[in-house]
């Protein structure tokens, strides 16, 4: 049997929400949105491996008197994976901090905060303007963390990080844009090598035909790895228009209009980070 | 001058349009080219081609500032030595050519600016004799 609400009942709901709005507390439900879907495609790193290990497939094509550069490359570009994690997973925890403060949560303490700090204090990053970005994010974050800091203090966070989060996914994104994919451009090059010369100097026409079905197979590869980057490019800056948009409009985060907005720029990152997946 | 991550990534250009310059050589004059000159020149290409990889991991890591490697310098006589096989028949002043550009890039890896400058001026003179 459907009960009816009571003079007093309605009362007691309507001074809740006077409360709420006095703590301050608003329902930002599309910046939790957009910060868990920006902490998901951080997390995605495919990139990183594929470009670590370029030496190692390049072994395949190259003559066996390169094998020792090839090795010498592989261990220079397995000591750089970590320092090219630690960009993913400051981007990570940054938007993780967010939601949590967009939802009225504490930040949750991790470890990993520990290891960023120190990342930067071992002089991880040559370029003094990404070290400086780099550390401005993480002090950040660990002060969120101490201070305690609740959905009160998420215009700060916002305001005090735009600037330094902007540099680290800049630089990211010139990793991927120019690095990963000159990375593409050598394996093209060897991969061309490799094939003509064997093509030149085949005889057998079955033998021919397979080779040239295979070229066809590695060079699809790489095509595809080459649109991955180009779409992972276009994710980590809708993240980072996303968050510039958020600085933007920081005054007014819980106005139905900036809700909208934010919420579109959510549908474009799921959409560039589902091309990336390949859903 | 440091060298910086774009010069890095300008150089890795460089030094991979020499490798394909020195392949589109092989490949063209396949049929008159010695066995042993057609292995000398594919050494120097993959050689090159990993010089390119080099400068790309030089550019992701930044850590090149040490290396003082002059950059501007290193294009030029990257470039001059790509115009120089693309002109030349002769197989004994490609292969000059393209030895002199390795060296060029095993000087930039072991940061050593004098060494730098002297493979830059070698691949030149290469390139112009």
Same mark, same amino acid.
Request: glycine share 6%; hydrophobic share 45%.
């Given at each position: 049997?459907?009960?009816? /609400? ?7 709901i309507?001074l ?17 949105e957009?910060?868990?879907t920006?902490?998901d495609?951080?997390?995605?790193? @495919?990139?990183? !491996? ?14 066996p ?20 994690l630690?960009?993913?997973k400051?981007? /990570?925890?940054y938007?993780?901090?967010l939601g949590? *403060?967009?939802?009225?949560g504490?930040?949750t ?11 930067v ?19 950040i *974050? ?8 609740r959905q009160?203090k ?14 680290v996914?800049?630089?990211? !994104?010139k990793?991927v844009e120019?690095?990963?994919t ?6 093209? !090059?060897? *991969?061309?090598?490799y094939y003509?010369?064997? @093509? ?24 595809g790895?080459?649109?991955?980057? /180009?779409?992972y &490019? !276009?994710?980590?800056?809708?993240i &980072?228009?996303?968050?510039h948009?958020l ?5 007014q ?5 900036? @809700?909208?907005?934010?919420h579109?720029?959510?549908?474009r ?5 589902n ?5 | ?28 004059n ?7 000159? $057609? ?5 120097e290409e ?13 550019a992701?890591?930044l ?9 501007? $310098? ?10 120089a ?19 060029l890039? %095993? %000087?930039i ?7 730098? %400058?002297?493979?830059?001026? %070698?691949?030149?003179d290469a390139?112009?004799a």
């Amino acid at each position: 049997m459907r009960r009816h /609400r009571t003079g007093p009942e309605l009362r007691l709901i309507a001074l809740a929400c006077l409360a709420l709005v006095a703590n301050g507390c608003a329902n930002l439900t599309a910046i939790r949105e957009f910060a868990s879907t920006s902490s998901d495609a951080a997390q995605y790193s @495919q990139l990183v !491996v594929a470009y670590v290990e370029t030496p190692t497939r390049l072994k395949r094509y190259e003559l066996p008197s390169q094998s020792p550069v090839l090795e010498r490359q592989a261990a220079e570009r397995k000591a750089q994976r970590e320092q090219l994690l630690l960009r993913h997973k400051l981007i /990570r925890e940054y938007m993780d901090a967010l939601g949590q *403060l967009a939802a009225d949560g504490l930040p949750t303490y991790d470890k990993e905060l520990d290891a960023l700090g120190n990342a930067v204090k071992e002089a991880k990053f040559a370029d003094q303007g990404e070290a400086a970005a780099f550390s401005a994010v993480s002090k950040i *974050l660990v002060k969120a963390v101490t201070d305690h800091w609740r959905q009160g203090k998420l215009v700060s966070l916002i305001e005090e990080t735009d600037g330094p989060f902007q540099v680290v996914v800049g630089a990211l !994104v010139k990793v991927v844009e120019q690095g990963f994919t000159a990375d593409v451009e050598i394996e093209r !090059v060897a *991969l061309d090598k490799y094939y003509t010369a064997l @093509q030149r100097e085949g005889k057998d026409a079955a033998g021919l035909a397979a080779l040239g079905e295979w070229r066809e197979l590695r060079e699809g590869q790489l095509k595809g790895h080459e649109a991955t980057i /180009r779409n992972y &490019a !276009v994710v980590l800056k809708t993240i &980072a228009m996303g968050h510039h948009k958020l600085f933007e409009s920081r005054h007014q985060l819980s106005k139905p209009e900036i @809700q909208a907005e934010i919420h579109l720029h959510t549908k474009r990152l799921k959409e560039a980070f589902n091309a990336v997946a390949g859903l | 001058m440091p060298l910086t991550s774009d010069d890095a990534f300008a150089l890795s250009k460089s030094f991979r349009d020499l490798s394909v310059s020195i392949g589109d050589f092989r490949f063209k004059n396949w049929s008159t080219l010695s066995e042993a000159d $057609r292995k000398t020149l594919e050494d120097e290409e993959w050689s090159l081609l990993n010089a390119s990889s080099d400068m790309v991991t030089k550019a992701v890591g930044l850590t090149l500032d040490e290396s003082q490697a002059g950059a501007q $310098r290193v294009q030029r006589a990257a470039a001059a030595a790509q115009k120089a096989v693309k002109t030349l028949n002769e197989v004994r002043k490609v292969i000059n050519v393209a030895t002199a550009a390795v060296g060029l890039g %095993a %000087a930039i890896v072991s940061k050593d600016p004098g060494a730098i %400058a002297k493979n830059a001026k %070698a691949v030149f003179d290469a390139a112009t004799a």
